[in-house]
């Protein structure tokens, strides 16, 4: 069994690390120039500085060599997959590929299984998510992390494959649930980060998580995932490190828009487009998401923190 991990950001790094415990990684880079500084110097210094790279780990931009391994971890973010895949659908076809990215695409609406479905149509999808910083998988920290793949013998290969020490893996086939869990955190991380930042307080942030979990189960259900997955990690866990902790960047991202600050414009920030497709199915199927509403319009200047803070508190009362 050999890995390639194809894309050279902080978190398809860390996991080329904490994979490489088990045996010889594959990490490629799309940038030559980055490839090489990061095989010679053994670190990423651009995304995942002062964590050196194991020797097991090789560095490379040829996709030729990296797609010759057995598994593909696809780790690129959420709106540029598309043309990833198909810029290498050749070399990836009939391969196991395993998205490692959260988010729903902008211009069609769909998750990261979905779109490799349709851009490597012979490929075996699955995908790798829940509550995980690149710095703590990069150092070794313990986590667990939630395996979808429609294929249930596939997914337990890779399940026994893809864990390592500080990775345990569990396994479901609600593709729909794992992918949706994944992206729709993005989008409240936002608003919790929007509300610490506008000095709304801790219980505010409390109540903006339970309110954004029930639209999270609203939408999950209405697209057909299991209710119980987002009960589990790609749900609950991940939301709940996610809107917690200045190391999302949709938290720090809706700090930002809360203090009125600058935010470094080269940071992905996967809940924006999340937030924006959201909404446009959301008022085609009559689906009530208003935190999804105005982390929307926030992000895209419609309306300010404060204002939108004030519409979600004289929505008319209902029951829970």
């Known amino acids: 069994m050999s890995i390639s991990v194809l894309g050279s950001g902080a978190f398809g790094t860390a996991l080329a690390i ?20 990061m095989q010679e110097n053994r670190e990423n210094a651009a995304r995942l500085p002062n964590i050196g790279l194991p020797d097991r780990i090789t560095v490379t931009s ?24 198909r ?15 959260k988010g729903i695409e902008l ?3 769909l998750g990261p299984i979905s ?21 703590d998988i990069a ?48 989008v409240m991380a936002i608003g919790c980060g929007a509300c610490i930042g506008e000095g709304m307080g801790e219980s505010a942030r409390a109540a903006l998580m ?12 209405m697209r057909g995932a299991r209710p119980d997955t987002l009960m589990g990690l790609s749900g609950m866990g991940d939301l709940v490190l996610t809107c917690s902790s200045a190391l999302s960047r949709n938290y720090r991202y809706g700090l930002a828009l809360g203090r009125q600050d600058d935010f470094d414009t080269n940071t992905t920030v996967e809940g924006v487009a999340t937030a924006q497709a ?26 300010s923190v404060g204002e939108a803070i004030r519409w979600l508190l004289n929505r008319p009362l209902k029951e829970e």
């Open 18 to 37: 904490s994979l490489a415990g088990n045996g010889p990684v594959t990490l490629w880079s799309r940038d030559t120039k980055q490839a090489q500084l």
């Open 139 to 186: 150092r070794g920290l313990p986590t667990a992390l939630t395996l979808a793949c429609k294929d249930d013998v596939l997914n337990q290969k890779l399940q026994h494959d893809l864990s390592t020490a500080n990775l345990r893996l569990y396994r479901t086939t609600d593709v729909i649930g794992a992918e949706l869990g994944g992206a729709l955190k993005n």
């Open 278 to 303: 959201l909404t446009k199915i959301a008022a085609a199927e009559g689906l009530d998401m208003p935190i999804s509403k105005v982390v929307a319009e926030i992000s895209s200047g419609e309306c």
């Open 87 to 101: 810029d290498y659908a050749a070399v990836l076809a009939g391969k196991t590929l395993v998205a490692c990215c």
């Open 210 to 221: 339970t309110r954004g979990f029930a639209e999270m189960q609203r939408f999950a259900l």
């Open 107 to 109: 211009s069609t609406g």
């Open 62 to 85: 040829d996709i030729a060599l990296a797609s010759q391994s057995d598994i593909l971890l696809v780790s690129v973010p959420m709106q540029k997959l598309r043309g990833a895949l």
């Open 115 to 135: 779109v490799i479905r349709e851009t490597v149509p012979d490929a075996h999808p699955a995908l790798l998510t829940g509550p995980s910083f690149a710095d």
